[in-house]
């Protein structure tokens, strides 16, 4: 397991020999899925019952969308169903692990291929901003995943149309100013390993999935610095003190003093990583308006 996870998270000069590893890691991979199918008889009983009382609203639909047919609809299914929908039911969860590693390797392999001249240190930021629960939830949304999760958690709904009705604001990433619903990530993640498994473990038919639900991929011209990164970098370009002020325990919020003046106030009472990142967007967007955008840029 450990030479697995090394060689999945590596940096990427130990993809060189691709084909090498894809064979390894479809191995690997392979044995694990066994454990999957190991009471797939079972498993697939248990499932049709639930698709003769409780079918997975037009399962066609998503097969539409995502390009490929399923040769055991059961894993559709499952990778639908939420751990809330209810008690004993088989839920995405052990899907969403399978498909997370293999998003993982598919978005490495592809930006390998692409960006031949990038060290890891610029490729790493690269793959999270496309693997990033906001990135997978955004496209959930966009091919209307959300409308087929069975779950038994109104307040899920509620999470889902926020984060629908802000997307407007950060047309492709909003880079941590926005809580996105994880469940909506999950269903994408979820998903992939469904179809990983269905065809039974096909890198390349995984891919043509993935591809068609991550568009528009995320490019190093499209990268944005994290908000924090972001003001810290131009701050000390600036020999600018900065100050954060953690009230978030208290009052959800985060308060950012440039140069003992408060320049940026953030709240996010669900996390505080958005919270923080919010104030020091806010902050960073003060100095433009007071510095000038131009001076700012010049120095960069």
């Known amino acids: ?90 839920s995405y969860e052990r899907l969403e692990y399978v498909g997370d590693s293999v998003l993982n390797l598919l978005i490495t392999k592809e930006q390998f291929s692409m960006y031949p001249n990038l060290p890891p240190g610029l490729l790493t930021p690269l793959r999270a901003a496309n693997v990033d629960t906001e990135k997978l939830a955004r496209a959930a949304v966009q091919h209307n995943f959300h409308k087929y999760i069975r779950h038994g958690q109104p307040v899920l709904r509620k999470r889902i149309q926020t984060f629908i009705d802000v997307l407007p604001e950060h047309p492709l990433h909003s880079h941590g100013l926005i809580d996105a619903p994880k469940v909506l990530a999950d269903v994408v993640e979820s998903t992939l390993g469904a179809v990983f498994i269905d065809s039974d473990c096909s890198i390349d038919t995984t891919w043509k999935v993935a591809n068609v639900l991550l568009k528009p991929i995320i490019t190093p011209d499209m990268l944005q610095a994290n908000p924090v990164k972001k003001l810290y970098e131009i701050c000390q370009k600036k020999k600018l003190s900065v100050r954060l002020v953690d009230l978030w325990r208290r009052e959800g919020t985060y308060e950012v003093f440039i140069n003992n003046q408060l320049r940026g106030t953030g709240k996010c009472r669900e996390k505080k990583e958005i919270a923080l990142n919010r104030a020091a967007n806010n902050a960073y967007n003060e100095l433009v308006r007071t510095i000038g955008l131009k001076e700012i840029t010049a120095s960069e």
């Open 1 to 90: 397991m450990a030479s697995w996870l090394e060689s999945l998270f590596s940096p990427v000069k130990y993809w060189v020999n691709s084909s090498q590893r894809l064979q390894t890691f479809g191995y690997i991979l392979s044995n694990y899925v066994k454990g999957i199918k190991a009471d797939e008889k079972e498993t697939k009983d248990s499932l049709m019952e639930e698709f003769r009382t409780k079918l997975l609203r037009n399962p066609e639909e998503i097969e539409k969308i995502i390009g490929y047919n399923f040769n055991n609809r059961c894993l559709l299914l499952q990778a639908f169903t939420h751990i809330s929908y209810h008690q004993g039911c088989m």
